[in-house]
């Protein structure tokens, strides 16, 4: 049984982190930590639904990730499209709502149309809504919702980025000792809490997730004003 944190946010996200150094640690091809990263996923994906966070996006290929090796990419987008078939009946479920964000128009196409058929059949899902963040970059959301917002004549830049209507995350965790934010969410991380594990990917399972989650329990956000309850004059 998994020990619930104090706190529970309404969205958190994941820069899920550490697969390549997973696998050669067991002197393993890189390949083989990211298909062990799925297990992650899922029981991360798991466990947000048990503690009724409302939210989960997950970092899962970034924009200059297509900057990696032919075989790497081509294996990360197999694995995609096998997860997509494999979980879907568990994703229905478990009532569970997904999206995948990110600049479609450099996804295969065939890839793209899987994705679209499963965020329609779990559309109306009212559990967890689960986003794979998928050749995103913060750079790339803030410059196309800025093109939409000029054409479209607006003054508020929100409703253009990908993520418009989801809630900013409470908090970011990056596995891996990695204290970076590698152009992940740029706008929407302004007043997210870091929470930094040195636990690869592939080993970050329930327990990891609510370890993070009780670090968070225990930040104190003010988000520009001062505490709650306090008079300052
Ligand atoms: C994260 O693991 C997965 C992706 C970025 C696609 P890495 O593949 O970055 O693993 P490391 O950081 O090299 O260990
Ligand atoms: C960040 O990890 C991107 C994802 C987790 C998808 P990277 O491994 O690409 O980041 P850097 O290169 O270490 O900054
Ligand atoms: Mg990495």
């Known amino acids: 049984m998994m020990k619930k944190p104090s ?6 996200s994941i820069i899920m982190d550490g697969n390549g150094r997973w696998a050669a640690e067991r002197g393993k091809e890189r390949v083989y930590g990211h298909a062990e990263g799925v297990e ?35 294996t990360l987008m197999k694995l995609m499209a096998k997860a ?7 994703l229905m479920r ?16 065939e890839l793209n149309e899987a994705i679209s058929n499963i965020e329609k059949a779990t559309a109306g899902n ?16 803030i410059l196309q919702a800025a093109k939409r917002m000029a054409e479209a004549g607006a003054d508020d830049l ?16 990056r596995t891996s000792g990695e204290k970076r934010i590698s152009n992940y969410f740029l706008w929407q991380a302004a007043y997210s809490e870091f929470v930094f594990t040195d636990t690869l990917w ?20 003010r988000f520009g004003k001062v505490e709650e309850n306090k008079n300052v004059f």
């Open 7 to 12: 706190k529970i946010p309404v969205h958190v």
């Open 40 to 74: 992650s996923v899922r029981a991360v994906c798991e466990a947000c639904g048990e503690l009724g966070v409302k939210y989960l996006s997950l970092f899962a290929f970034s924009e200059e990730n297509w900057g990696r090796p032919k075989d790497e990419v081509s």
């Open 84 to 90: 997509m078939k494999e979980e879907f009946e568990t």
């Open 94 to 109: 478990n009532d569970v709502r997904l999206l995948v964000l990110g600049n479609r128009a450099r996804i295969a196409p």
């Open 126 to 141: 009212k559990g967890l809504t689960m986003i794979v963040m998928l050749s995103y970059s913060g750079k790339w959301d």
């Open 158 to 173: 929100e409703p253009f980025l990908v993520t418009a209507g989801i809630p900013d995350p409470d908090v970011i965790i």
């Open 202 to 221: 592939p080993d970050f399972r329930k327990e990891s997730l609510c370890a993070a989650l009780e670090e968070y329990a225990s930040r104190d956000r």
